[in-house]
């Protein structure tokens, strides 16, 4: 069992490598473009096959801090082969995202939640006889990340893990996170939950998760703001898991891409075995869900409630928000070339090693194909 916890530890390695500055520019003599000779043969692969097209200028973007650490990866590579482009992601989160670009201020947004109809309709003052769309990028597990010492495994459910988040359930030897784990040895130690201070699409996904698989013991609505009562809070995904990190008794919420050297729970579902927080099992349950957008729109309806065995049931999606038509003529070249990359299959398959789970080839052909028509 802690080998498997150490392999899935591992998951966030890649994208830890590739952290740095949000806006990566390639310069001196590195050259990896497909043009020309490297030694790193995986590095050329990576670049050799994006199409820079007319790119050039700078690309403003922000939103979602749940997908940095693939956007991270994804800028390093691609400002390699195109050196004309400059891309500055701000990892401010996804209702910040949004707001960003219904003011006009970004090229695109990422967000952890559809966008909403009346969020739709004002995207048209900004996008030209068009609307805003969304384009699921990146998937992934949000992980429940926790602190107690002497406990390496930990199971709950969707109720008891409701009544930690809402203030119900206090200690960590409580009779109901006992009773799902007769084997741990619980201390004695005060919970210390912590929750996001931002609009969050991944506050959002963990809360509708609690409202659909435990809705007695979660009153509140699903919603980017967090609702319940008590608890503390921390700015963006990292700010939560650095506290899990630091703070004795902490638990909190965050994809797996930032829970290294964090243990995270294993949900307990209507399957036979606990699920554990793995971008496999987080990939069989977004296969499962449903295009519900209309016409350009590729909004998803995910399954907060699987039965089957092996699909863990708090995932969320990361869309990338675009205007269909009517995008401004001097980013427009860049925010296709860059978004299309990030579709590729290059760029998908950068997303396990960095903690992801890549979209379902059917929902990614979809992607791609709208891309291609942004005018």
Known sequence: MKLQRKNRRALALGALAVSGALA???CGSDDTSGNSASSDSSASAQTGNIQCDDAKGQLQASGSSAQKNAIDAWVKNYTAACKDVQINYRPDGSGAGITAFLQGQTSFAGSDSALKPEEIEDSKKICTDGQAIDLPMVGGPIAIGYNVPGVDELVLDAATISEIFDSKITNWNDKKIAKLNPDAKLPDLKIQAFHRSDESGTTDNFTKYLKAAAPKAWPYEPGKSWEAKGGQSAQGSSGV???????EGAISYFEL????DINTVDVKTEAAE??????ENATAAIGAAK??????????????TPEAEGAYPLVLVTYEIACDKGNKADTLPATKSFLNYMASEDGQGLLADAGYAPMPEEIITKVRDTISSLS
Request: charged residues 20%; without cysteine.
């Open 24 to 26: 990566l520019t390639a």
């Open 241 to 247: 898991a650095q506290q899990v990190k630091q703070t």
């Open 257 to 260: 891409s930032y829970a290294k």
């Open 274 to 279: 606990p699920v554990k927080a793995t971008i």
């Open 291 to 304: 295009v519900v957008g209309t016409g350009k729109d590729l909004a998803l309806e995910l399954d907060y």
